[in-house]
Nanobody, 123 residues
């Protein structure tokens, strides 16, 4: 099982990015996939998750209305669409799964992690 996160970069405040989490070695659409982030000096925190039945779970009130999560099953990929980005969204973003059907925002419970992708929000 491998996850590969990509799509990060430098964006101005108010801008958008779409992160991708591509899976190999398993069929991603059967399982919940979560996005986490970690800012310097901070703990890794859950951001948003999509369950096996495609329901979304937000773990941060600060991203509601700005971030959305979706699946592309034919391409075995989960996306995190981030709009109206703020400087406080700046972090390394990771996708992860505990290979279950249901979402969890507990980073310690995740079994597989993608390599993080840096999101920098700056003018």
């Amino acid at each position: 099982v491998q996850l590969q996160a990509s799509g990060g970069g430098l964006v101005q405040p108010g801008g958008s990015l779409r992160l991708s989490c591509a899976a190999s070695g398993f069929t991603l659409d059967y399982y919940a996939i979560g996005w986490f982030r970690q800012a310097p000096g901070e703990e890794r925190e859950g951001v948003l998750c999509i369950s096996s039945n495609d329901s979304s779970t937000y773990y941060l009130d600060s991203v509601k209305g700005r971030f959305t999560i979706s699946r592309d099953n034919p391409n075995n990929t989960v996306y995190l669409q981030m709009d109206s980005l703020k400087p406080e969204d700046e972090a390394v973003y990771y996708c992860a799964t505990d290979v279950s059907y249901y979402c969890s925002g507990d980073a310690d419970a995740m079994d597989y992690w993608g390599k993080g992708t840096q999101v920098t929000v700056s003018s």
